[in-house]
Nanobody, 124 residues
Framework: VQLQASGGGLAQTGGSLRLSCAAS????????MGWFRQAPGKEREFVAG????????IYADSVKGRFTISRDNAKATVYLQMNSLKPEDTAVYYC??????????????????WGQGTQVTVSS
């Protein structure tokens, strides 16, 4: 599976952005998907995850109520809708795929495939 993230850019505090992650190759509909982010000088951190069926979603406390993860298995795409953006949301955002699919994992090491990242910058 190859993942291609897009949709990053510059937003103002309180604004919105929608990230997309398109997958190529077989198996997407069976994979759990996650979004992570990495700010300069910091470790990569979990943002949101969704099970293969979209029944289960999990969010980091820092984004809960502001971000929404969703997926369209027919389009092999996962989305991250980001509202009420804050300067501390500034980071490179990565999408990732987990072959296990059912349980939504939150650790970097539990994901099998990674996209290239897309920059999100929120100005104050």
């Amino acid at each position: 599976v190859q993942l291609q993230a897009s949709g990053g850019g510059l937003a103002q505090t309180g604004g919105s952005l929608r990230l997309s992650c398109a997958a190529s190759g077989r198996g997407f509909s069976r994979y759990g998907m996650g979004w992570f982010r990495q700010a300069p000088g910091k470790e990569r951190e979990f943002v949101a995850g969704i099970s293969w069926s979209a029944v289960t979603t999990i969010y980091a406390d820092s984004v809960k109520g502001r971000f929404t993860i969703s997926r369209d298995n027919a389009k092999a795409t996962v989305y991250l809708q980001m509202n009420s953006l804050k300067p501390e949301d500034t980071a490179v955002y990565y999408c990732a795929a987990d072959k296990s699919g059912v349980v939504v994992h939150q650790r970097v090491s539990e994901y099998d495939y990674w996209g290239q990242g897309t920059q999100v910058t929120v100005s104050s």
